[in-house]
């Protein structure tokens, strides 16, 4: 693998001569938060709303976070990285104990670490499997803590599935790694935001545009057997763009490959966004 451009307290460097405490909070207690920000064709995409989804992220955990300084390092690691197509990602930790301890130190300082890799923005076609969702509470905090996310798409994958639909007692929440959607023949639908669901930014790209075309969309709580009736279901985010499920895994659908509507959206969104 070629070497990649890190940073990590400040300091450039490349990836695998990086060393962290095993002592941060970030790998002890995951009491950390992260961003992936996209570029494509040398245009970072909505870098304001990832820097500002990022300050929520630390507000909500009550981090001293220098966002300015971490814009600046992000467009570092895209510059240093000569990349056309790719995406950053950036975490911010509490910081490093001096030994382990469920309560913090209020006087240890925030930790920060982020990277640059090459990624090709292609369509993609998915089957995915339905699962409840096990997650913590507050999935609207953009945290490390992943673990309900990682059981379930492996599970997933074993099952040969590339992505997982999460459900809470048959309630449609987002993907493991992304938002839903899904439609009829006149009309989009997703889940409204929620404290479990993440406010994706392509989720909120897509949105605002195509409302402005007049295409209707609804948000709000949905069962797994409206999304089981749809004639299209996509999963958004922002390493993914629009993926199109063409398969839920063990169960009768009425999907239509490519459906007129998806399509629109899809079309919508790569001229506008990218």
Known sequence: ???????YNGRFNFLNDIKI???????????????????????II??????????????????????KKIALEILDL???SNHENGYVYYQVSRGIDRIRSHMFDDSISVETFGY????????QSLSVMLCEDMRWQRCDIKSTSLLGNVL???EARNKGCDEVIMHKNSVVTEGGASNVFFATNDCVYTPSLSSNILPGITRELLINEIKKVGIRIEEGKFTIDDLLEAKSIWLTSSTKGLAQVVEVSNKKTNLIHDHELFKTCEEIFDKNCY
């Open 46 to 67: 909505a870098f304001d709303k990832h820097i500002a989804r990022l300050e929520n992220s630390c507000n909500s955990l009550s981090f001293s976070a220098d966002l």
């Open 21 to 43: 405490s095993p002592l941060s909070r970030a790998y002890t207690f995951s009491d950390s938060v992260y961003e992936v920000i996209p570029f494509c064709n040398s245009n």
């Open 152 to 154: 379930s798409m492996n």
């Open 116 to 123: 640059v890799v090459e990624h090709d923005f292609l369509s």
């Open 1 to 7: 693998m070629e070497n990649i451009h890190a940073v």
């Open 78 to 80: 895209i510059k240093k």
